[in-house]
């Protein structure tokens, strides 16, 4: 893309709203702006992010055996009825009337809808088990939308629901569903811990949560420093209620709470800041049994589905990325997240090799398949450097002046250093890079 062409609105400044680094980067950073509260557009760079990380998740889902579906966002209020959830939901979920004064509801969550979709269609023990997700808009009218896209009204979210015939079966899902995740947001670069969790309204047992670790993170977190183990504090009344003595205690005073119990590990326990990124629950027959969904086991016996319940925040993890990801000039994207891995800035368009350089490293690394931006502005070279790390490219080939003596530099926006290099050389060095 030829930033001359591009719509890449950055600004200096942020809404007064916006506290958190990941709210304030994205909306200068001209990613996504805001419509009113808790309700985003993306623009193209925005979009593209929040695609990549799409992909990364059907693909992981695919190869894990999911099938991917797409429900109705607006359902009719009878399939919350059913299931008892219509109050229950509360004022989260939004109600709209038709014309005819028909009640529906902007989807918070899917599990009515989609076990209609399989009732009468799944009728035996032999078309189990059965994974199907989404990606897909959710509605939720939260008391207090805020921190930009970690908690709006309107987000995308990955809901996917698995169906089987029995509890060991769906258990093993559970546990397929948990390397998935594992999967999924290591490719995407984040530092995150999975937890035992509180299974909160949807119900069930078995809960897991996936957090990126980072101090702006609203839910407190034990985790263990030698093994794996980790709980969200919700899970354990008694810690729960001594954090909520210290509330107005700030994190660094938190850590100094001596936790009386060790890990069963032995281990030393610790408090750590995460955002929930990932949710996955078992279910049991909750839904089945509400909405009388059922299948023929092997002696033709009817009975409802095993059922489990897998989230993602596809929305929340565009935020989180950078929340763990930034510094104080802006984005630094992971590179399975970047909107561009190169961007190729030249210095001065007046000067003609300068031109001549750039475009011919943009064609070939367009030819490559690198998602490369061409800086061809005619602005200043400070102005579009500051730009190129607000908006966080994980490397910018700057084209400037050094190139009368054969050298260009690349910036890597991580570590913030520059490295030159022979512009015969520039090509296989980004190759080698990305
Ligand atoms: P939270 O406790 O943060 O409100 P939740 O427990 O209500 O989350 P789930 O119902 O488990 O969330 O939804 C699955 C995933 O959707 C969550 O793990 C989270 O990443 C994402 N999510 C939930 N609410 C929002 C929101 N308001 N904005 C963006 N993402 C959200
Ligand atoms: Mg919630």
Redesign the pocket.
Known sequence: MRRSRAFIPTTKEAPSDATLPSHQFLIRGGFINSQGA?LYNFMPLGKIVLDKIRAIVKEELDKAGCSEVQLSFVTPIGLWERSGRADAMGKEMLRIADRHQNEFVLS??NEEAMVELVKNRVTSYKDLPLNLYQINT?F?D?AR?RYG?????E?????GYSFHSSTEDMIREFNLMEVTYKKIFTRLGLNFRVVA?DS???GGEGSK??HVLADSG??TLVVCQSCDYGANIETIDELSNKIEEFKETSYEELQNIAINSKCACGGELSFKKG?????I?QLGDKYSKALEANFNDENGKPKPFEMATF???????VASVIEQNHDENGCIWTKATAPYMVNIMISNIKETPQVALAEELYLKLQEAGVSVMLDDRKERFGFKMKDAELIGFPYTVIIGKELENGQVQIFDRKSKENTSVNKDEIYSKIMELI
Do not use: N, Y
């Open positions: 808790g918070p969550t959710k939720r939260e939308p896209l970690l908690r709006g009204r987000f995308l979210m990955k809901d969790a909160g309204a949807i949560e996936f609203e839910d955002i929930e990124v990932g949710h629950f989230g993602i925040g596809v929305s929340r993890l």
